[in-house]
C-alpha cells in the first residue's frame, strides 16, 4: 500500500473541486511528496494514476517535468540552482562548482546521509535577482554569490541540528 | 497516383504558389504535405504523414507572403492564395540555426550508427546545416545502446526530441510506452519502470524516428544500409499483405521495412511480420530432394524426385483412380503457382480432393490478421478448393485414415501439422502409400516423406499475392533459392510436363497471370504490368469500368 487511506481520502476529497479527476494531479503529487519522504516512488506513482484514473505514465511525465516533484530520493536540504540563461550569465555555473567543494556531491547526488542535495533547474522565474538558488520551496535566495555559499550551508545544518534538538 | 489523403479527400482544392510555382492542394491540407506531393523538398523532422502534427523541430519554417515571421509548414494549413518562398536568405538562416542548435549535442557517431545513410540529421546537415561546429563545449552525455523494449535499442545521445515516436505508441500503437520526461535541454525519452517498449508493432518507431536514436535490435550492427539491395515486395506473414521493402546483401536478407501503401498498411507493418524472414536462409531449410528406398530417405537430384513423384502420381491414378490422390497446399505460394497447380489437378490428375491448410493465429483490428498465410484468398481464387464431389480437408483427413486416399502430395507441411496437430498428422503419414512432401521448412512429418521436394520461398519469387480483401499485388525476387531449388511454380510444371507427356511449358509468372485475367472472372481486365508498385482491388478496377 504506497499511500495510506489518510492520504488516498485527503486526494479524493479533491476530486468535487475539478470538472474531472485528471485536474487533480498537480495537488495530489504534493501531497504524497510531503507525506511520502520529499519525492514521488514509481509505486506511488502507480497509485495516483490508478485513483486519477490516468495512464500511470502521465504521472511520471508530469512529476519529471516539474521541477519541484522529484522522481528519486533527494537531501532533507534540495539546493536548486537555477542555471538558465541569466543565472548562468550571473554566475550561475560557478555556484554549482561552489556546492560540488564544498558538500562533495555533483548535480542530481545526495550526500552519504541524506542530508543535502545539489540540483541544476531551469528558470525559476526570477531572472531580475539572477543568480538564484532555491532550498525546498522555501523563499528564493536571490543575488547569491560564491562567497555565500559556506554560511549559506553552515545556516542549513544549523537549523537542522536545531529541528532534531541536537 | 497517390490516394492518400482519403479523410481530407472531400474538402476543396485550393491554388497554392510554391516557390513561383502553382499546384494544387486541398484546402486544410497542412502545407507541407503539400509540397512534398508535389515533390517540393521542405525539409522536416516531426512531421510524419502519418501521425499528428507536432510543431516541434522548427525544421520546416518557410516565408509566407504577408506574414513578417516564419512560419512553420506542416502547421500552416493550405488556403487560396497562398504565396510560399522556401528558399529566401532566411529560411536559409533559420534552417541553419535548427541545425546549429540540433547538432550542439549531437555524438556525430555517424561512423558506427545505423541509421548512417538514410538519416534525416545527416542529409539535411549536409544540405542546410553550416560545415563547421562553433561550439566547444562538451557534449551532452546520455544511454547508449539500451534495450527500450525487447525488439527496439535506444540510444539516447542520438535523439532530436522530435516526439514521432511518442506520438506512434499513443496514436497508432496506442499503448502509451514511450514519452518525453524531464524538461528544457534535460528531456528525454523514457519509459515507465516496468513497462518498457512491447507492442505488436513496437519497432515501427524505428522507422520513424529520423535519426539513429531507436533502432531494431534485429538489424543492429548488421550492415550498412548502403549496402543493402532493396526490392518492393509483400510482407508473406498473413493475408494483410502489408507492402515491403526486402533488404537484401549477398544473397542473405538482412531487414524488412515496410513500403507506404495508404489503402493497405498506411507507413507501419508488425514486428512479427518484420521479423518473420529467418526461415528463408535458416540452417535447418529443406535443400536436398529426397526419396525413399528399401534403406530409408536418400538424398537425390531434383529432376529424380520429379520423375519419382511423376511416377508414383501416375501409379496411384492408374492402379486406383484419382479418387485415390489428395493435394494439400499451404497458403504461401503465388497465385500463379496455385493456377498452374489447379490445373495439374483438375486437368492432368483429374483429382477433385484438393484443399488448404493454413493456420490460424491472433489478429486485431489493425492490420495484423487471424490467418497466418499470405495468400490463400488467391488460392482459392485460382481454384485451390475441392472440385464437385471432391473432399475439403477434414475429408481428405477421413478418406485416408480410411485408406481411399493411398497418396497425399502436401505443399508446405509445417502449416498442415499446425492445423491437423502433430498425433493425426503422423497417423496419416502412417496410413498412406505414398506421402510428398514439398517444403521449405521442416516439419514432424519430414522423415515420413516418400518423395521430398525442395520448396522456394516468397522472397525468391516472382509473382502475385492476392490479400484478404482481394487487393492482387506483386512479390518481387530478392534473393536466389539455394542451388539445386526450383521455384514451386516450375515443379507444378515440370510435373505436368512428366504426367501429361507433353514437354514441359515453362513457368513465366507474367505470362501466367495474363492467363489468370482471362480465365478467372475476378481478375479480369488485370494486366501484370498495370499493378504496379501498390497492388490493384479488382474490385476497384471493375467498378471503374461500369
Ligand atoms: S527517439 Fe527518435 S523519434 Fe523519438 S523523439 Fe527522439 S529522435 Fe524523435
Ligand atoms: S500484419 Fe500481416 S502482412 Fe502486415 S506485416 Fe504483419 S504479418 Fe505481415
Ligand atoms: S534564469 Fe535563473 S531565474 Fe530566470
Ligand atoms: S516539421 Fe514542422 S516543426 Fe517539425
Redesign the interface.
Given at each position: 500500500m504506497p499511500l495510506s487511506h489518510e492520504l488516498e481520502n485527503r486526494i479524493r476529497a479533491e476530486f468535487p473541486k475539478y470538472p474531472e479527476k485528471r485536474a487533480v494531479l498537480l495537488t495530489a503529487l504534493h501531497f504524497v511528496q510531503e507525506e511520502q519522504g520529499g519525492w514521488v516512488a514509481?509505486d506511488c506513482?502507480l497509485a495516483i494514476a490508478g485513483l486519477l484514473e490516468i495512464?500511470?505514465?502521465d504521472v511520471?511525465?508530469v512529476v519529471?517535468?516539474?521541477?519541484m516533484f522529484h522522481d528519486h530520493a533527494v537531501g532533507q536540504s534540495h539546493l536548486q540552482v537555477c542555471t538558465?540563461l541569466s543565472c548562468s550569465m550571473r554566475g550561475a555555473r560557478g555556484l554549482v562548482r561552489g556546492l560540488e567543494e564544498i558538500l562533495g556531491v555533483r548535480p542530481g547526488e545526495m550526500t552519504p546521509g541524506g542530508e543535502f542535495s545539489v540540483e541544476e533547474v531551469?528558470c525559476l522565474g526570477s531572472c531580475g535577482s539572477a543568480p538564484v538558488v532555491q532550498v525546498n520551496n522555501e523563499p528564493f535566495l536571490e543575488n547569491v554569490a560564491l562567497a555565500d555559499l559556506k554560511s549559506l550551508v553552515a545556516g542549513l545544518q544549523t537549523r537542522r541540528r536545531a529541528a532534531v534538538g541536537e | 497516383m497517390t490516394e492518400a489523403n482519403g479523410s481530407t479527400a472531400k474538402n476543396p482544392k485550393v491554388r497554392v504558389v510554391i516557390d513561383g510555382r502553382e499546384i494544387e492542394a486541398t484546402a486544410g491540407a497542412p502545407l507541407l504535405e503539400a509540397a512534398l506531393d508535389n515533390g517540393i523538398e521542405i525539409p522536416h523532422y516531426c512531421y510524419h504523414p502519418k501521425l499528428s502534427i507536432d510543431g516541434s523541430c522548427r525544421m520546416c519554417q518557410v516565408q509566407i507572403q504577408g506574414q513578417k515571421k516564419l512560419a512553420i509548414a506542416c502547421n500552416t494549413p493550405c488556403t487560396e492564395g497562398l504565396v510560399v518562398d522556401t528558399r529566401s536568405d532566411e529560411v536559409a538562416d533559420a534552417r541553419r540555426g535548427v541545425m546549429e542548435l540540433l547538432l550542439v549535442n549531437h555524438p556525430l557517431d555517424c561512423p558506427i550508427c545505423d541509421q548512417a545513410g538514410e538519416c534525416y540529421l545527416q542529409d539535411y546537415s549536409f544540405e542546410h546545416g553550416s560545415h563547421h561546429a562553433r561550439t566547444t563545449a562538451p557534449r551532452r552525455k546520455g544511454l547508449k545502446r539500451v534495450p527500450i523494449g525487447p525488439r527496439v535499442v535506444f540510444d539516447q545521445e542520438r535523439c532530436i526530441l522530435c516526439r514521432r515516436c511518442v506520438r506512434f505508441t499513443n496514436e497508432i500503437s496506442e499503448t502509451?510506452?514511450l514519452?518525453?520526461?524531464?524538461?528544457?535541454d534535460t528531456s528525454y525519452i523514457g519509459?515507465?519502470?516496468?513497462?518498457p517498449l512491447d507492442n505488436p508493432y513496437s519497432v515501427n518507431v524505428a522507422d520513424v524516428c529520423p535519426v539513429g536514436a531507436l533502432l531494431s535490435s534485429d538489424f543492429h550492427h548488421k550492415r550498412r544500409v548502403w549496402f543493402l539491395e532493396e526490392t518492393e515486395s509483400v510482407c508473406p506473414g498473413c493475408s494483410n499483405g502489408c507492402n515491403i521493402k526486402i533488404g537484401a546483401f549477398r544473397e542473405e536478407i538482412q531487414r524488412l521495412v515496410p513500403r507506404r501503401n495508404d489503402a493497405v498498411n498506411e507507413t507501419w507493418m508488425c514486428d512479427a511480420g518484420r521479423l518473420g524472414y529467418g526461415f528463408v536462409g535458416a540452417a535447418d531449410r529443406i535443400r536436398e530432394a529426397r526419396v525413399c528406398d528399401d534403406q530409408g530417405q536418400q538424398v537425390v537430384a531434383l529432376d529424380a524426385a520429379i520423375t519419382a513423384a511423376a511416377a508414383a502420381l501416375r501409379r496411384v491414378r492408374e492402379e486406383h483412380g484419382a479418387g485415390a490422390i489428395g493435394i494439400v497446399a499451404s497458403g504461401h505460394l503465388t497465385n500463379e503457382e496455385y493456377f498452374r497447380l489447379a490445373g495439374l489437378a483438375r486437368e492432368t490428375l483429374t483429382t477433385v480432393s484438393v484443399d488448404l491448410a493454413v493456420p490460424l493465429g491472433e489478429g486485431d483490428d489493425f492490420l495484423i490478421r487471424a490467418d497466418k498465410a499470405a495468400n490463400a484468398r488467391g488460392a482459392r481464387e485460382m481454384g485451390l478448393v475441392p472440385g464437385e464431389a471432391g473432399r475439403d480437408l477434414a475429408g481428405i483427413l477421413n478418406a485416408v485414415e480410411a485408406g481411399e486416399i493411398r497418396l497425399l502430395w502436401i505443399i508446405g507441411s509445417k502449416d498442415f501439422e499446425a492445423v491437423v496437430g502433430t498425433e493425426r498428422a503422423l497417423a496419416i503419414a502412417g496410413r498412406l502409400e505414398t506421402l510428398i512432401l514439398q517444403d521449405v521448412q521442416p516439419s514432424g512429418l519430414s522423415d515420413k516423406a516418400t518423395i521430398q521436394l525442395p520448396g522456394a520461398t516468397w522472397a525468391e519469387k516472382a509473382g502475385t499475392f492476392t490479400n484478404y480483401v482481394g487487393r492482387v499485388q506483386r512479390i518481387r525476387p530478392a534473393v536466389h533459392s539455394p542451388e539445386g531449388v526450383l521455384l514451386d511454380g516450375e515443379i507444378f510444371a515440370a510435373l505436368t510436363g512428366a504426367l501429361s507427356g507433353r514437354a514441359a511449358v515453362p513457368f513465366v509468372p507474367s505470362s501466367v497471370f495474363d492467363e489468370i485475367a482471362a480465365a478467372v472472372g475476378a481478375y479480369a481486365g488485370l494486366a501484370h504490368q498495370s499493378l504496379g508498385g501498390a497492388g490493384t482491388n479488382p474490385a476497384d478496377v471493375t467498378e471503374g469500368v461500369g
Open positions: 514509481p506513482i495512464d500511470p505514465i511520471k511525465e519529471s517535468f516539474y521541477h538558465n531551469q | 502509451n510506452e514519452r518525453v520526461f524531464g524538461i528544457g519509459t515507465l519502470e516496468g513497462r
